[in-house]
């Protein structure tokens, strides 16, 4: 569980403190949580503290941090549960809690359950899944969504910063709401707490949920996990976020519920740690205090191993972690590899039907159908693709109004990015839409911008899918410092005497939330061009950092 905290540095450590402290005697342990050092807390269980402020890297930069792990050694090995707050200067105030078993040699891996100060935490930190303005809450129990809240909650849905899952539960009709949330939606849940964003739809808010999320709907009692990257308008995107049925849960509730967290869990291991989180040194245990904890039956320390047996263990676990990882990655590169032949396959299908739609109107309209939206082809219908990036640069002259001013080198490089087409048979499109466009914007025929071209393309023209039209960046890049100066790109100073813009304005090129983008200002109401100050790789965002 990564979140941030709602409260300052020493808020937050000093309620995180009283909520170890809770924890440990729940755990029939007790031991000091606000003392440096290694304590046993009893036979089998010592807990380590560490409490302080760290330099970290060449500049000196300043972080406060306190962390707490508690070590329990059994015959399957050592299970952990590691709780660490950091705080960069200057920044929010973080919050990660770990659970797991560092396995004995032999063992197989378990599955940790949430530790009930996972809700503990949650209950008391007002912590967001983020540290960007709108992040949404996180809470223990699933939240109620009534009317006056689908606002917020469709902007948290839709937030493109968004780091965890969101979690939707609706009510099945003839259901009394409260029975429902507290017999059925609270336990199926439970396991998701601190992995996911919890919500639960009420009855009067589901239709309207509904109407927005066309796409993505949920009712009947069925629970949708919505994944970071929602696309609203896009129906494919659908498929991404799962829908699991109420029959699944009403047959088996506690099965349910981990099918459930299945898929927040294996997110939370995959998603890259916050700066905040990432890098920190080993927490090393030094001494070993007994805290005076009762022992009956159990030699002290009969299962406690040195310190170098425990260094082994995590060794060979955070081993295993990453063979897992590259298991992970090996399959996601080779689904991605199917996906894109699939994709190029696609995309070529498409254009042919598209320019064989044409040529028939053409046809049809030569015969004696003169009704027939159609057009003269433009002669760049005739020349064929460019094979690559570096040829599509050499032939920008054949877009008059178009003109490239961005950084050639970068868009020379996605020629070593990729070995499938698309991008550059995309990218060529998209100049020909961008040309369509200008030369009707010129004339004041566009009826709008481009985003609006593309959903109303004339029959004539050269289409571009609407959707890989983004008008502007969101809050978040525009207001962060290194993020908007790389999207402050050359114009001519006719455009702007600075001899630069902010292009907010962009072209997905290919699919994925970090394929290449085209950054481009239209300024065919002042002097007549288009101009494209960058095509590459994403540049940075929260998602591709």
Known sequence: MAMTSGHVHRDTVSMAEEQVRHWLKTQHYEGPVAEEGRHRVGAQAVLDCSLKERVRGAKGAKESLARWRLREFTLQGIWQTSLTVSTPTGGRTWVRLDAELLPARGVAMAKAPVPTLARGLLDVLSGTEGEHQGSAALHAMPTVIERGDLDEVLDELCDPDRRLPIVVASTPAHTDFDDWLAETVDPLLRGCAGLAVLYALAPGAEREFNRTLEHHRVFGGAVRTYLPGLDPAWQPD???HRVMARHTFETDLRRASGLLAWLPRRLAVQTPLPDALAALPPLRARGLTDSGAEIDGVQ???????????????ERARAGEIQEVRRWLRAAEERESELAAEYDEQ??????????????????????????PHAPQPDRDSLT???SFAELLERMGEFPLLRFTGDARLT????????????????????????????????????????RWCENTPAACHPFPPRKVIRDESRTVRSHGKWKTERELPVPVAVNPTGEVFMGAHLRIGG???????????DCSGTGRIYIGYMGLHLHNTRTN
């Open 238 to 240: 659908a498929q991404r």
């Open 300 to 314: 002290p320390g009969s299962l406690l191993v040195d310190t170098h047996e425990e260094e082994a263990l995590e």
């Open 347 to 372: 995309y070529s299908e498409l254009r042919e039907a598209r320019t064989e739609v044409r040529s028939l109107r053409g046809r049809l309209a030569a015969v004696g159908y003169p009704d027939l």
């Open 385 to 387: 693709d460019p094979a």
């Open 412 to 451: 020379r490089d996605l020629d070593q990015q990729t070995d499938h087409p698309t991008w550059v048979r995309m990218a060529w499109d998209a100049l020909l839409a961008l040309q369509d466009y200008a030369e009707a914007a010129v004339q004041g025929e566009s009826n709008g911008d481009f985003r």
């Open 512 to 522: 994925g939330g970090t394929a290449p983008r085209l950054h481009y200002h239209d």
